[in-house]
Structures are given as structure tokens and as C-alpha cells.
């Protein structure tokens, strides 16, 4: 089954502990994503990746590293995260084709206290 | 710069009324798409409709219809005959394209929340 899979589903932290989400396609997509979502104000883009090695930075990258040595794989890093950080969390990936259409996993629901 | 205004941020109807969810976007571009996604309770983004900018065509899905109007910017939503598991954020989102690097970035609106009730 094609899918956009994220782990972990939920995660409650505290501030300045390391972590990293994880986003995995079985698509064979050049194009990953992630994007968090707070209320009022939609899905806001944190970075993007076009394909292996190839990153950058969203909307919102302040606080976020990413990474991108496999096609399949996108993992999001919170190298110190701080309360503000507390959101949902989307990855999503599509094909390098314009206006194709982006998948999107279930999302993580992050908490830092 | 994209923007994408979803004026709306809750509509409740009863059950079997039809409810239009609206959704204005700014562009320079000439080339963009445009999507609707919902986002039930359980959390995840589902894909509703793609619209290209060089089609106006509107487009009728079982109950939901879209209506794109490039002279208004707008890509309104309907749901005819509403149901309880309509009930969801439903998100309008705005796609442009680089030549260059093909880079595609959704800029989402900030959404509307639906409530069917019996």
C-alpha cells in the first residue's frame, strides 16, 4: 500500500531533549516535506526536500534540521526543542511533477513541556 | 507573495442542508493549482480535488461540487445534502511551481471547520 509513515504518533518531551521524527514514503517520490499545523493558522511549511542530498528551508525552519541521505526517508530533528515547538506535525511527499498532488502522513502530535 | 483566506473558521448546519465553504487566493503567477483537503477528527489530511489554473471548469464529486472562478480568485467548496461525517477542518491550498527547479511549495489557508449535526 502507497503511504506516508511517520513515527511517533505522539511524543511529550521536555525542553532541550533531543529528537527526531521519522518520515518514510514507499512511493519512490523526488519531493518530501514537512509542515506543522497550529490552530488559526493552518499548515505552515518547515523544510522541503526536491531529492537526495537536496534541502530547504520553509516558511518556519527556526528550531528544525532535516536530512536527506535516502530517497525514502525525510526525518525531522529538534535538536533543542523548546514549548513553542508543541504543534502537529505533517510530513508529506510527491513526485517531481508541477501541481502533483502531495501525500500526507497520519502526523505527529508533539508536546514539549 | 501566495495567500490563501478561508474567511470562514466554523460553519455548523443540520443535517441533509447543503453548506459552501469558501476560498480566496492570491497570485501572481499565471500556472498554480489549487487543492482541497479535509482533515477529520482522527487527524489526517485527505486529498479532495486538484484544479489546475488553466481549467474553470467546475467539477461535481457524488455530493461535493467545486466552483473556480478565476475573475473572483475564489475555489468554493460545496457539500450538498450535508452528513454527520462531513464533520471536519476542510483546507484550501494554493500550489505554484518553479521553472527553474520545479519546486512545489502548498501554501494552505487556515482552514474551516465543519459541524454536521443529526
Known amino acids: 500500500e502507497a503511504q506516508v509513515t511517520q513515527n511517533p504518533r505522539y511524543l511529550i518531551t521536555v525542553t532541550g531533549k533531543k529528537l527526531t521524527v521519522t518520515c518514510s514514503q514507499n512511493?519512490?517520490?523526488?519531493?518530501m516535506s514537512w509542515y506543522r499545523q497550529d490552530p488559526g493558522l493552518g499548515l505552515r511549511q518547515i523544510y522541503y526536500s526536491m531529492n537526495v542530498e537536496v534541502t530547504d528551508k520553509g516558511d518556519v525552519p527556526e528550531g528544525y534540521k532535516v536530512s536527506r541521505k535516502e530517497k525514502r526517508n525525510f526525518p525531522l530533528i529538534l535538536e533543542s526543542p523548546s514549548p513553542n515547538q508543541t504543534s502537529l506535525y505533517f510530513c508529506?511527499?510527491?513526485?517531481?511533477?508541477?501541481?502533483?498532488?502531495?501525500?500526507f502522513g497520519a502526523g505527529t502530535r508533539l508536546s514539549v513541556l | 507573495a501566495q495567500k490563501v483566506t478561508q474567511a470562514q473558521t466554523e460553519i455548523s448546519v443540520v443535517e441533509k442542508e447543503d453548506v459552501t465553504l469558501d476560498c480566496v487566493y492570491e497570485t501572481r503567477d499565471t500556472t498554480y493549482y489549487l487543492f482541497w483537503y479535509k482533515q477529520p477528527p482522527s487527524g489526517e489530511l485527505v486529498f479532495l480535488i486538484r484544479r489546475n489554473s488553466f481549467d474553470e471548469q467546475n467539477e461535481i464529486s457524488g455530493r461535493y461540487s467545486w466552483n473556480f472562478q478565476k475573475s473572483t480568485s475564489s475555489f468554493n467548496f460545496t457539500i450538498t445534502a450535508s452528513q454527520v461525517v462531513d464533520s471536519a477542518v476542510y483546507f484550501c491550498a494554493l500550489s505554484e511551481a518553479s521553472e527553474n527547479t520545479g519546486f512545489q511549495k502548498l501554501v494552505f489557508g487556515t482552514g474551516t471547520r465543519l459541524l454536521v449535526s443529526p
Open positions: 508529506a511527499s510527491s513526485p517531481r511533477i508541477r501541481g502533483n498532488i502531495q501525500y
Open positions: 512511493m519512490n517520490h523526488e519531493y
